[in-house]
């Protein structure tokens, strides 16, 4: 019952993270828009590293393919890697004070945007300019209170 | 493993080898998510409708059925010209395509990837939507059908960088490809010489070349011919026609593979659509 409640939260957070995702912005605030499902797939990933893992990152990645008309594929293997690395060092991450792991979530965000630009290069589409490299700075900005709001959720419904 | 198999789905896709169901199905999953996203924006319009006065209904109302008569005059004259039309194919041998069905579909208010030019529409599969379905709004050509899913589809602007459409001068029928720039106010004129009689204000028309956008529908007005001596070609700027960054409602062609076919043979010609008295 407990463990059917938590994946639930999980679920509900992944899916609000897409809808954040595709929800319409002004035309100014387009490219500042942060990457929402990989924000909140670091963060299940820390926490809850033997929940949440590089399968549910890859099928997560998947859906935002489909849902913003991306190449097939492309997001998926970006969040699998970045949730494969997330793993690898959440112990670490997890004690870090607020702005340390901010940090660290910055780098992990360069790596999501980095294997973006990889794809679209092999696939053949231009270059980007520097404004493609935004969301990952106002992800780093938000890392603070949407870490702390998903911690109050967590606490909340006891998710573990 | 996973890895291996997004690097798989990447290049099958990029080839366009995915398969339908595979797409049709996790289109169908995400529809959803786009319902959620839209809803607030729908709910906000629906809103402003029901609240908008009797007044402004009233003056809008006026202003339709001013815009209606006008339109039905000038299709009286459309009517006649294109029997005439059909009249000269026949003796020339050739038939002609006309009134192509069309279906409307609302836009879909969601942010797609920013970096190509996408727009979602509300109609899918389920509603007779295919893949590269030519589309249209009111002023001109919008693009083509990118995906399809079985309630909505993704269409792909003709601004879009990875775009190119054929289309012809419809002052002196010079043909050109009309290649996305990027810039939603924006197409290039491919591999015109320098030389080329082109000018500024002309009109470019599809010229269904490529047997995927039907012919004859205006694309975009040349805004800017430079000729430089240097390079072999002149650099022509053309504005869309179609209000890419301003739609609300496109039209879909109702057309299959076929009718292309079935244009460059000479067996049947359709009889002329019967003079339609106004609704």
Known sequence: MRAHSAARIILLSLLAGLVLTVLPLPM?????????????????????PQRVGVTVAWTVGLLQDVLQGFLLGAHALAFGVVAFLTLKLHQRIRVFPLWQQALST?????????????????????????QYWLPALTGTALWPPLFLGLRAVRRRFQVQ | MLALLS??????????????????????MVYPIRVVADFPFEMGSVLARELSGRRQLMAENERLQARRLLNEVRLQKLDALE??????????????????????APLMRIDLDPYSHLIQIGKGIRDGVFRSQPVLDANGIVGQVDKAGPLSAIVRLITDPSH?????????????????????????????????????????????LGGRFPRGYPVARVESVTTDPGPAFARVLATPTAALDRLQEVLLVKRDQQAVRLASTNEKIDPPPGKQPGP
């Open chain 2, 83 to 104: 029997e005439e039309n059909i009249r000269l194919r026949q003796l020339l041998g050739s038939s002609y395509h006309i009134g192509e069905p069309v279906l409307i």
């Open chain 1, 106 to 130: 910055l780098l992990l965000l360069l790596v999501i945007r980095l294997i973006l630009l990889w794809v679209r290069g092999l696939s053949g589409q231009p270059g980007a300019d520097w």
């Open chain 1, 28 to 48: 100014w605030a387009r490219p500042l828009r942060p990457e929402w499902t990989a924000l909140i797939l670091i963060y299940w990933c820390m926490a809850l």
């Open chain 2, 164 to 208: 190119a459409i054929p289309v012809r001068v419809n002052r002196n029928g010079i043909r050109s490809i009309a290649v996305g720039t990027g810039n939603p106010h924006q197409l290039k004129l491919t591999n015109l010489p320098n030389n080329t009689d082109i000018r500024v204000g002309d009109l470019l028309i599809s010229s269904g």
């Open chain 2, 7 to 28: 690097i798989l789905l990447m290049a099958l896709d990029q080839r366009q080898g995915v398969p339908e169901p595979v797409r049709y199905t996790l289109a169908a």
